[in-house]
Structures are given as C-alpha cells and as structure tokens.
C-alpha cells in the first residue's frame, strides 16, 4: 500500500524554469491538496482538488497551477521558479468518511 | 474561517504528561477538531480528532468543552521521539461539503531526558 508518493524527492531550479512536481495516490481518496512549508514554518496551502476536474485556490496561490484530470493524480506546476518559490512541497490526499490527511514525503525544492 | 491559536513552543522531560491547547473561537457547528504531528523532514501525521467531549485512542487523547471554543491535546508520559511540532486544524467546510485543511504555525514539543 503506497499511500501518497511524490516524486522527485529532490530538485533545484533556475530562476525562470518551470517544472511540474508529482503527486499520486491509491487510496481512491477524492480529495488533494498541495501544501508549501518554508524553514521553521507551518504549511501553507496552494491549492486544493475536491475531485477529478475540479480544483480551488487555497492560501498562496501565485506562480502555481494544477489540474485533476484523474483521481489518483494531482501535478503541481510552477510556471517560471522564482528564488521566493524555495521550500518544500506537500501532497495530500483526504479520506471524506475519516477526514483524515495522509501526507507525501515531500519535494525538497531549491530555486537558485 | 475558523482561525486557531496554539502555543509556538513548548517543553517537558521524559515520562511527564504533556497538554496542548488550542483556542478555536469561531468554530462553527459542523467542523471538527483535528491534530497533526511532524517529525523533521517528514509530512504531517493525523495524530486524533474529535467533535465534542472526550476522544481517546492508543496516542493520545482529545478533550473538547461542551462550548468548543478551545481543544487540549493530552500526551501521556512523553518520551524523546515524541519531540516534533504539533498541529491543530479546525474543519473549514467548502461548498461542495469537503474540508479545506488550513494549519497554523504549530506547537513545537522538545522532550529533554
């Protein structure tokens, strides 16, 4: 049982380069979400998905976009990296009858 | 929005029983009351979550008043591996009845020997 597995674990950016972080998940969970957590900080969240096709801004939103196009998986796009963009990233997925979060490992993110 | 306020930090030794409480004023009558704990470089890990009353399980237990203005998170006989920072969430339900998990800054626990 795989849970939520983000890939890549690791990565450094130019300013100005996109990319595009992984997210998927098994659990057949509707709801997803990213989060970003700078050092010694709590997480904020980016945007959020309620189901396939469907997605929300959460609290910091600029410079990302996402898209559902399946349940499983949940991409993370950053347009044009920005040195501000630093940080790790989260994924989430949440199970509606527990509403309990199960987490990635995270993407270590360093925009130089 | 309900907006949250916990301790930034807090500190206690091996064995001892830890409280953390959580001022959740404008709660609202469908959310739930969730806590997250997160070792260093690792996603957050649902810890308990409760309604109102009392909730235990083989972790820890959650005690909420009957107003559900506030939560406290009850850690019996720490141990040093239970260092990590502590979330607690409040349930912000959005229009199509999902919750939008918003956390806060978190209580950073250090358990000294």
């Known amino acids: 049982n795989a849970g939520v597995t983000q890939t890549p674990k690791f990565q450094v950016l130019k300013t100005g380069q996109s990319m595009t972080l992984q997210c998927a998940q098994d659990?057949?969970?509707?709801?997803m979400s990213w989060y970003r957590q700078d050092p010694g900080m709590g997480l904020r969240l980016i945007h959020y998905?309620?189901?396939?096709?469907?997605?929300d801004q959460g609290e910091v939103p600029n410079g990302y976009n996402v898209s559902r196009s399946t349940t499983e998986d949940f991409p993370l796009r950053l347009l044009s990296a920005a040195p501000s963009q630093t940080s790790v990233y989260f994924c989430?997925?949440?199970?509606?009858?527990?509403?309990?979060?199960?987490f990635g490992q995270g993407t270590r993110l360093t925009v130089v | 929005l309900a907006k949250t306020t916990q301790p930034i930090s807090m500190d206690s030794y091996e064995g001892q029983e830890v409280n953390i409480t959580c001022s959740h004023n404008?709660?609202?009558?469908?959310?739930?009351i969730t806590w997250y704990q997160q070792f260093p470089s690792q996603g957050p890990r649902f810890i308990i979550q409760?309604?109102?009353t009392k909730v235990t399980n083989e972790v820890a237990s959650l005690f909420i008043p009957a107003d559900r203005k506030s939560s406290t998170l009850s850690l019996p006989r720490v141990s040093l591996s239970d260092t990590a920072v502590y979330y607690c969430l409040v349930g912000d339900i959005g229009n199509t009845g999902f919750q939008k998990l918003v956390f806060g800054t978190g209580t950073r626990l250090l358990v000294s020997p």
């Open positions: 409760g309604y109102k």
């Open positions: 659990m057949n969970h509707e709801y």
């Open positions: 998905s309620v189901g396939a096709g469907i997605t």
């Open positions: 404008n709660i609202a009558t469908n959310d739930y």
């Open positions: 989430a997925s949440l199970s509606d009858r527990l509403h309990e979060a199960f």
